[in-house]
C-alpha cells in the first residue's frame, strides 16, 4: 500500500484537497484531524482506483486504523445489535430474526459461547476465546466487498484492544441499532448477583438509540459534504441513503 501511495498523480491530489479539502474523512478514535496520506474509499484491493471520486485525505493514524474495512454499503453492510447482557437470546435476536433476510450471518457472542459449550459462568480465559471469536469474524465481515448484510449481536460497544468501538461503528457508518427492554425488564430477569452486576454495568455506560441518532445525524452530514452518500459512479453496491 505504500508503494501505491506514492504513486497517485500529484494533480489528482491537488484535485483532490480542492474538491473534498484536507480534513482526515476518518475521524476514527485517535484522529489527528489533519489529511497527511491518500485514502482510497473502495480500497486499492478491492479494486478502487486513483481517482478524485475514490480518495480522501486521512490522517496517518486514522488510514493504518482503518486498514481495508469498508464504508458501509461499500461492500457487506454491518448492523450492529447492542444489547443488555439478559436481552441477548430474546428481544435482539428477535430484532434481527425479523429483519435479517435468509442467508444473512448472524454473529452473537452467547451464541459463539454456546458452540464452544461454555457453562453458565465462563472462566475470563473462556470470554477471552468468545471475544476473540466474534472480533475475528468482525474482521474479515468489515473488509467483505460483497454486498452482504450481516448482524452481529454483542452487549458493550468496548474491548480491550478497541476501548472505542463505539466510535469506530459511527465513523465507518455500520447500522447500530440498541435493544433495550428497559431496566426493570433486566433487573428481573437477573437471578445471580453476578448477573445483576452485568445488569448494573451495562446501565452505567448510558447506551441508547437517542444517542446513537444524534451521533449518526452528525457523521452522516460530513460524509454527504465529502460526496460519500450520493456517489454512485463508485460501486454498484451502495444502499439507498
Ligand atoms: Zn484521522
Known amino acids: 500500500m505504500m508503494a501505491r501511495r506514492q504513486t497517485i498523480d500529484p494533480l489528482v491530489r491537488a484535485k483532490v484537497i480542492e474538491t473534498w ?3 482526515c474523512w476518518l475521524r476514527l478514535p485517535g484522529c489527528t484531524g489533519v489529511g497527511e496520506e491518500d485514502d482510497h474509499i473502495v480500497p ?12 480522501r485525505r486521512a490522517c496517518k493514524h486514522c488510514n493504518a486504523s482503518r486498514q481495508d ?4 454499503g461499500y461492500g457487506a453492510r454491518l448492523h450492529i445489535v447492542v444489547t443488555p447482557p439478559g436481552s441477548c437470546d430474546r ?11 435468509q442467508g444473512d450471518p448472524v454473529v452473537s ?31 474479515q465481515f468489515a473488509i467483505t466487498q460483497e454486498p452482504i448484510d450481516v448482524w452481529m449481536i454483542r452487549t458493550t460497544t468496548s474491548s480491550r484492544r478497541h476501548p472505542r ?21 433486566e433487573w428481573e430477569r437477573a437471578e445471580t448477583e453476578q448477573a445483576k452486576r452485568l445488569v448494573r454495568q ?11 441518532d444524534a451521533r449518526q445525524r452528525e457523521r452522516r452530514a460530513t460524509l454527504a459534504r465529502l460526496g460519500l452518500r450520493s456517489d454512485r459512479v ?3 453496491s451502495r444502499p439507498e441513503w
Open 21 to 23: 479539502g484536507n480534513a
Open 44 to 55: 486499492y484491493a478491492h479494486g478502487g482506483m486513483d481517482t478524485v471520486a475514490n480518495i
Open 69 to 72: 474495512r469498508v464504508l458501509y
Open 91 to 101: 428481544e435482539a435476536v428477535e430484532w434481527v430474526e425479523a429483519h435479517r433476510q
Open 109 to 139: 457472542w452467547l451464541a459463539l459461547a454456546r458452540a464452544m459449550r461454555l457453562p453458565e459462568s465462563p472462566s475470563m480465559a473462556q470470554r477471552r476465546a468468545v471475544a476473540m471469536a466474534w472480533s475475528a469474524a468482525y474482521r
Open 165 to 185: 468501538m463505539f466510535d469506530e461503528w459511527i465513523s465507518l457508518d455500520y447500522d447500530v441499532r440498541v435493544i433495550d427492554p428497559g431496566f426493570e425488564v
Open 202 to 212: 451495562w446501565y452505567g455506560l448510558h447506551i441508547s438509540q437517542a444517542l446513537v
Open 234 to 236: 463508485t460501486v454498484a
